[in-house]
């Protein structure tokens, strides 16, 4: 029998034999080749009608609108078959005829970059090849390519070379792996106890992370998750420009340390994800070296500066860290997912190393065979650094950097023109791309502004010709910018600026 056929039983209870189209698998096969270009042909052709087609970065479809789409489509519906053309056309109504478009010049609400053409060939490979990054035997050159990018991004970071790291899905994956290192290495050098074997020792209800109250979230998410609570965060109250303020840090250290808490962690944040605030890395290293603490870097968001000339100084301190997480789908120009975790010291990969006799042997260790499972919290993993492979090699470093050089540009611009301006308030100075800040039109403070600014943000998404969002300080509502795309220009700022307050205006004829 062909492997592509299998048996089922008629409605006699007979078993027939079914033959799958074997066209659908891609193999080396003539038909299989023939059929994978002609399918990536039509892909690529509907793509590019769409961004052709689209002007603005969505459409303003209600998600009722798009809700009553899907509800047409009935589970049982999966069992009929239809042509490629077919799906693609369906795709096109169902998703992307609305969906947003990241690299619109005038969508600049989240920490979505556009991404590199170079990556969109890389990501051909990576998914027609379908390399599996856990082990040697399913990766081969793809291991020497993603370790050739640890030690680029090792030395850009400032780490010995006894440093090591590993590409990750995200920064919250990265972050778990910074806070399950920094508990296990305390609760190795402190107690007679292994925790992968022994689990947590009681005192572990004890255990205190620090950070600034603007971080991200996924601290509190990944806490909880090793088994410490979100209660073990304690957060720092930030300064006039949301970083971390180290008097207040050391103070919380000596008061948790009284409480008969046990500090074992200070996280610094290298660009909020609000604000792009910067915490002082060298102070908090200092700190954290004192009280003999693990020190973790956020740098999902600001990783990219470390390439830029103008700004890398901008990271001082990141060198001294314990770990540090960089998201290259941020400032890096990356499609998702593709993010990297890093660590000063190879042997804290011991923290996280399990052996699977199939998988990665003593023996293939012992042999030298890089086999990258022993150092993630993933096994199946995707040849993901192929993507930064592809854009160092094409674009090259500076011309990487540019991109989010210009993008910081673009953000103190903004940052200056609403300063000018009597109808804005603007409550930091950018430090890499994100602006916050509220549309402000009456005289003094106004309790409607909440409702306001959070009225201009729907209804500029409704209408879907630019895109920004708003977050909460001291429970107040601002409007924010995160501007990525080097392709924003100043007029495209402008004519935001404009439709904000032109929906501001209609709110306030209407209230």
Known sequence: MNILEQTKQDSNNKLVVVDHPREHIFSNEKIGISNYKKSMKKAIHAISNTLKERKTPFTGKSIDALREKFNKIQLEHFKETHSLEYVIEELKELYLDDCVHFHHPKYIAHLNCPILTPTLVAETFISSLNSSMDTWDQSTGGTFIELKLIEWTLDILGFPTEGDGIFTSGGTQSNMMGLLL??????KN?????????????????????????????????????????????????????????????????????????????????????????????????????????????????????????????????????????????????????????????????????????????????????????????????????KLWFSLRVIGVEGLSSYLEKAIENAQFTAHYLNERKDFEIIHQPEISAVVFRYTPYSGLDATYCNLNSHIRKAMFNEGKAIITSTKVKEEVFLKFTLLNPLTTTKDIEEVIDLIVFHGQQYSLKN
């Open 190 to 386: 402190n107690y007679d106890i292994d925790p992968k074997m022994e689990g947590l020792p009681a005192d572990a209800s004890k255990f205190r992370v620090f950070c600034s109250d603007v971080s991200h979230f996924s601290l509190k998410k990944n806490l909880s998750l090793l088994g410490l609570g979100q209660n073990a965060v304690i957060p720092i109250t930030v300064d006039a420009d949301f970083k971390m303020d180290v008097k207040k840090l050391e103070l919380a250290i000596e008061e948790q340390k009284q409480l008969g808490n046990i500090p074992i962690a200070i996280v610094g944040t290298a660009g909020t994800t609000d604000f792009g605030s910067i915490d002082p890395l060298p102070a908090i290293s200092a700190i954290a070296k004192q009280h003999k603490l693990w020190f973790h870097v956020d740098a999902a968001y600001g990783g990219g500066l470390l390439i830029s000339e103008k700004h890398k100084s901008k990271l001082k301190g990141i060198e001294l860290s314990d770990s540090a997480t960089i998201d290259y789908h941020k400032t890096f120009y990356q499609p998702v997912s593709s993010s990297g975790f890093f660590m000063r010291d190879k042997s804290f990969i011991d923290y996280i190393k399990y052996h699977a006799d199939y998988l990665n042997s003593k023996e293939q260790e012992e042999e030298g065979i890089p086999n990258m499972v022993k150092k993630s919290i993933q096994t199946t993993r995707r040849f993901d650094a192929l």
């Open 182 to 187: 920094a508990r296990d290495f305390y609760i």
